[in-house]
């Protein structure tokens, strides 16, 4: 239980951390701010700092097309 607690708990704070970060008015800005809060997601992680920039970029973009009044 308790290495369970020691993944999860940086995982949910470095989403809390990307979810303020990631923001942007354009789409470059977008990518490249969703990438860096993705970058350092998989860092912190343990996992991929390139996929976690891909996935941040990616998803940050989709995010903020689809709801321009949240982002």
Known sequence: MQSIRRGVTP????MGLAA???CGD???EQALL???AGAIAGAAV???VITGAAVGA???VVYCQAYP???
Do not use: D, H, M, Q
């Not at 995982?11 to 470095?14: D, G, I, R, T, W």
């Open 11 to 14: 995982l949910f704070a470095v």
């Open 20 to 22: 303020l970060v990631a």
């Open 26 to 28: 354009t789409v470059p």
């Open 34 to 36: 969703g990438g860096g």
């Open 46 to 48: 343990g996992g991929s």
């Open 58 to 60: 990616a998803g940050n």
């Open 69 to 71: 009044g949240r982002c």
